[in-house]
């Protein structure tokens, strides 16, 4: 199970914290990664990580590059997307996702991933 929360609206160049709670049993082996969908838009993947490793295999969509930071919380196993400099380009919609057999080519690809949480939304004004 994956639980989004930390959604709101917020000012221009403002920043927010996402976090998904996961169930470390279930998902310590995969993949999770943050998606966003704007109305009318479809769903893309903005960052991802693989708990536990390095920050090597993390990955960013190009538009979130240096102002979107994701991590993890091993004590809650959350795992969380600092969003700095927000822009309303942002407002969305974000979810988050576990899967597995994702890699730095492929990481956004939405079949990838069997599990979502039901989402939290951002929106920036």
């Known amino acids: 199970q994956l639980v989004e929360s930390g959604g709101g609206v917020v000012q221009l160049v403002e920043s927010l914290r996402l976090s998904c709670h996961t169930s470390?049993?279930?998902?310590?082996?995969?993949?999770v990664t943050w998606f966003r969908q704007a109305p009318g838009n479809e769903r893309q993947g903005v960052a991802s990580?693989?708990?536990?490793?390095?920050?090597?295999?993390?990955y960013y969509a190009d538009s979130v590059k240096g102002r979107f930071t994701i991590s993890e919380d091993f004590a809650t196993s959350t795992i969380l997307l600092l969003m700095d400099r927000l822009k309303p380009e942002d407002t969305a919609m974000y979810y988050c996702a576990a899967g597995s057999g994702a890699n730095r080519d492929n990481w956004s690809k939405l079949s990838l991933y069997r599990y979502w949480g039901q989402g939290t939304q951002v929106t920036v004004s």
């Open positions: 470390a049993n279930n998902f310590g082996n995969k993949r």
């Open positions: 990580i693989y708990p536990g490793r390095s920050p090597t295999y993390h």
